[in-house]
């Protein structure tokens, strides 16, 4: 009865909202044919504050759920025949004696035996033997019982993540609601769900978090911040996982009540000292400070003509008694560069700043580089920064919230980018040199390094918005633990544990999650030229002028005949020059540069043949085809799972999935017409400007509706939109429908913005097809827009409508607050046809 019931129970699809995470404990088939269990666990630490306890804790939860057995704690001696053990290794060997492994055990390492009576979980520290119980419960609910025996230790020793909190409680490009550190200008009272994130980032081997955001407000260090600071700490240290926080570097004049806050002054000095010795004695194992200084109008020691190492060194004069770590953002440019200069180059300013001073910084810095020398774009080559540092230790920045990849309204699987600049070799000095290896301090033989990844969870159930994007938290973890791991093969690790054993979920969400960056860099910037979103406001949708024309130095450099940076050293900016020779030699020359960053080094006609035969500007417009078309296959493929996942994850999923899909052709037009207009030159298979089965709105009959240009002009159909005639008002846009009699999907583009909820109806003929209202931005979370634009736009779709040629089509239109009901074009799609 008891194994019928179990198996009932394997079956039933419950209503999941996300929070468990990959942490849902939930039953595996053929659990009962694990016979080897053992029946207590034995927690050599009974302090409920300390990691060890707190995996006793985890290990009896996890069973239960997984194996659905109920495991005694015991602690002390062994009473049971056997055990689960798990503690530190000293502790194992006062209580036990020593064990073969216990020499290979590193920092944060842990070794895990299965193999014996008892089942060994053995933490070089307690945070380590905790990993190590994560590790174990993780291998349960994938059902992967047989014996192993391993010691398992990081790749580097930091592994970070990054919040950007504000301390008003809104997050910095966080899309999964507020914050839960922060609430009007101080720290929250309940500091629960950083507990169960610091669980989360346990089960990931992260040991470190910085919980507020690099453009930091010095009021986060008042007396009675310190002690909220304080109380994150305590909840998030029986996991293992140290807080640390951002400054700002005007602190001491600003809030301290200084004249200055010049690093060199011996005044600024011991203020900082004073204030970090306050918040140690509070938080006596913070992990650290992060910095962002002269950087996009933050303040920083340039103000006072010294270098950024004397900017550096002040914090880790400070924190070096403590034990603390700085990490300062390599992330210094000057954003108000001209474009008119064509040796200016933003990608440049990395190594220009911090090259003359490697071997400056006090041991406890760690530069932390964005992977790219720009901005977390869709594609950029490593940063050159990784190979001009020998003598400092750095980090790698990586941003497992995609900002510029969709906002987690779209799929895009980052562990492929992030594996590509992990194992891209930078031949420092001609010898092998891989980023993971400089990171980590292996490379140049650096004591510290390792990864900080931009993760922005807020208080959203599903933690980031997107229960897919989820896999991009579950693989930053693993790659910052151990970054030869495959990201196909990290995938399945996590569907397993999120989503169950089915086969078929785990080929589509593999296969979705595969396709899903190549597809989003197909839609949205090809050839290095990078996402071509409004840099200028939201960052989500496609705006590609924003690029050039002002001092950001995003630039693609496009005009009529021509586009790309040209950053050869013979002729261009010199960035290809940055590079260790064999690199530099490869990039300067167009032959050997790969055509995904050819227009990142290089300025070519779109007449300009790529390796694949296509030109330039033929490549554009196919693969923002492709990538649309690849994004539209994943609503299918989603439906196609129906009943094998709960409702509410499924439903919520296939939200996002028919979200993407219409945006991406938001993406492919938008950009494949910017284009089109700038060269002249058309399309080959005759797509772009030339959409046969829209009717455009602003060619209806209008009635309290008027028509609207669009800007920019490429993210409406025909460059046109309408919108009310007035506010709160109501419009009705009519016409007769031109297409042969059939069955059609009936697709709607529509604008969305923030301030407004519209209402509409459409109908044929007086028989209503749909209604839906325009209040996207209570269901995506991305940064909204107030305007008709490329962020806003969007699609509706109404499936198998049956029409006859010559019905009357009619929108109806209510406005509200700000959003006029606007609307771009409605398509009428035959079957297989998507447009
Ligand atoms: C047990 O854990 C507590 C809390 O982390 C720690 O203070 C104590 O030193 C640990 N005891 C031993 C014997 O390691
Ligand atoms: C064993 O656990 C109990 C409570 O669970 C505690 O009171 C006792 O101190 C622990 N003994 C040792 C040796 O840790
Ligand atoms: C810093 O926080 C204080 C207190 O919440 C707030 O009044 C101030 O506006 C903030 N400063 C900035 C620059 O956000
Ligand atoms: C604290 O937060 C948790 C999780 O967010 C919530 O479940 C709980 O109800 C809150 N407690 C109080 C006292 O508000
Ligand atoms: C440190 O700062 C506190 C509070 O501002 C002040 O009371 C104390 O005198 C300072 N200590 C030193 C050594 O400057
Ligand atoms: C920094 O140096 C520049 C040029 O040498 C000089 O004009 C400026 O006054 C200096 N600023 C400060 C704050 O010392
Ligand atoms: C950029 O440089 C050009 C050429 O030197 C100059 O004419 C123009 O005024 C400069 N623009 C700005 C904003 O400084
Ligand atoms: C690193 O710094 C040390 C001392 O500051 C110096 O002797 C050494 O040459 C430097 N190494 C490199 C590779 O720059
Ligand atoms: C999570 O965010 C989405 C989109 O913003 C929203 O629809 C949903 O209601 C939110 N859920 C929770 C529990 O906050
Ligand atoms: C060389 O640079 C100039 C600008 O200084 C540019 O106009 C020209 O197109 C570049 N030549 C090549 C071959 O890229
Ligand atoms: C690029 O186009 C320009 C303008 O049409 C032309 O003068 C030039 O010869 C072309 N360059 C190459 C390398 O084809
Ligand atoms: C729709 O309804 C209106 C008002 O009742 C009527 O005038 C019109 O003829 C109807 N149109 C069609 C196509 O049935």
Not at 698 to 706: N, R, V
Request: aromatic fraction near 12%; glycine fraction near 8%; proline fraction near 5%.
């Amino acid at each position: 009865m008891r194994s019928l019931l179990f198996l009932l129970a394997l079956g039933f699809a419950a209503a999941e909202d996300g929070s468990a995470a990959w942490l849902r404990y939930a039953p595996v088939p053929g659990a009962s044919n694990y016979r080897s269990l053992p029946s207590a666990i034995v927690a050599l630490n009974s302090s409920t504050s300390s990691p060890v306890f707190v995996a006793s804790q985890e290990l009896q939860k996890g069973v239960k759920g997984i194996l659905g057995k109920q495991l005694s704690l015991a602690n002390g001696t062994n009473k049971a025949s056997s055990s689960i053990i798990v503690g530190t290794a000293d502790a194992y060997k006062e209580a036990y004696g020593n064990f073969d492994e216990a020499d290979e055990l590193e920092d944060d390492g842990y070794f895990l035996s299965t193999k014996g009576k008892n089942v060994m979980i053995i933490g070089q520290n307690p945070r380590g033997a905790l990993y190590g119980a994560f590790e174990y419960l993780s291998r349960l609910g994938q059902g992967k019982f047989s014996p192993v025996s391993y010691v398992s230790n990081p790749h580097a020793p930091i592994r970070w993540v990054n919040e950007w909190n504000n301390m008003d409680g809104s997050i910095e490009r966080g899309y999964a609601g507020l914050s839960f550190f922060f609430r009007n200008g101080l720290v929250v009272e309940n500091v629960t769900r950083a507990a169960e994130y610091a669980r989360i980032l346990a089960s990931l081997g992260i040991n470190g978090i910085i919980i507020n955001n690099v453009n930091a407000n010095a009021t986060l260090l008042s007396t009675r911040n310190i002690d909220g600071i304080g109380r994150i700490a305590d909840a998030m240290r029986p996991y293992g996982v140290q807080v640390g926080i951002s400054l700002n570097f005007a602190s001491p004049q600003t809030f301290g009540g200084l004249s200055t806050f010049d690093p060199l002054n011996p005044a600024v000095d011991a203020w900082w000292a004073n204030i970090t010795d306050q918040i140690y004695k509070r938080v006596p194992d913070m992990a650290g400070y992060l910095v962002k200084a002269n950087s996009e109008g933050q303040p920083g020691p340039l103000t006072y003509n010294r270098t950024l190492a004397d900017g550096a060194n002040m914090f880790a004069r400070a924190a070096k008694p403590h034990r603390g770590v700085v990490m300062f953002r390599a992330f210094v440019y000057d954003n108000h560069i001209n474009e008119s200069n064509w040796k200016n180059d933003r990608a440049n300013a990395a190594v220009e700043f911090f090259k003359d001073l490697d071997g400056k910084f006090d041991e406890n810095v760690v530069v932390q580089i964005k992977f790219g020398p720009i901005d977390f774009q869709v594609r950029e080559p490593p940063s050159p920064l990784f190979s001009t540092l020998r003598n400092t230790s750095t980090a790698v920045e990586l941003q497992v919230q995609p900002e510029y990849l969709g906002q987690n309204c779209h799929l895009v699987y980052l562990a492929p980018q992030w594996k590509e600049i992990l194992e891209f070799d930078m031949r420092a000095d001609n010898k092998g040199s891989k980023v993971k290896d400089i990171i980590s301090g292996e490379r140049f033989k650096r004591p510290l390094g390792g990864s900080a990844g931009v993760v922005n969870v807020g208080t959203n159930a599903t933690w980031l918005g997107h229960h897919l994007s989820m896999s991009n938290l579950y693989a930053y973890g693993q790659l910052a633990w151990d970054p030869s791991q495959e990201p196909d093969e990290i995938l399945q690790d996590w569907i397993r544990l999120t989503f169950g054993f089915d086969r078929h979920v785990m080929n589509t969400i593999v296969d979705m999650s595969m396709k899903s960056w190549p597809a989003y860099e197909n839609y949205s910037g090809n050839l290095g030229i990078q996402t071509l979103t409004d840099i200028l406001y939201t960052h989500f949708g496609p705006n590609p002028a924003t690029q050039d024309g002002n001092g950001w130095g995003q630039w693609t450099r496009a005009d009529g005949f021509s586009v790309g940076m040209d950053r050869t050293a013979k002729n261009g900016t010199g960035n290809a020059g940055q590079y260790a020779p064999a690199i530099a030699q490869m990039f300067e020359n167009i032959d050997t540069t790969p055509d995904n960053l050819l227009l990142w080094f290089h300025h070519v006609n779109y007449t300009h043949p790529l390796k694949s035969g296509k030109t330039v500007i033929q490549h554009f417009y196919d693969a923002h085809y492709e990538g649309a078309a690849t994004a539209q296959t994943f609503v299918p493929m989603w439906e196609a799972l129906k009943g094998k996942i709960d409702d509410q994850r499924f439903n919520e999923v296939l939200f996002r999935q028919v979200f993407q899909a219409g945006h991406s052709l938001v993406w492919r037009d938008a950009i494949s017409r910017f284009y089109h207009n700038k060269s002249g030159i058309a399309d080959r298979h005759n797509r772009v400007d030339n959409y046969r089965y829209r009717i455009e709105a602003e060619k209806m009959t209008l009635d309290g509706y008027k028509t609207y240009a669009v800007s920019p002009f490429h993210t409406a159909s025909g460059s046109m939109a309408i919108i009310t005639t007035s506010n709160n008002s109501v419009g009705t846009a009519t016409t007769t429908i031109p297409f042969s009699s059939g069955t059609y999907n009936v697709a709607v583009n529509y604008f969305d913005l923030i301030g407004g909820k519209s209402k509409y109806e459409l109908s044929i003929n007086n028989r209503t097809i749909g209604t839906w209202s325009g209040d996207l931005e209570d269901k995506l979370g991305h940064a909204p827009s107030i305007y008709l634009d490329g962020h806003s736009a969007t699609r509706i779709t109404f499936k198998d409508i049956k029409v006859n040629k010559g019905d009357t089509l009619k929108i109806v239109g209510t406005a509200n607050g700000i959003e006029p009901a606007p609307v771009d074009y409605v398509s009428f799609l035959p079957h297989g046809i998507i447009d």
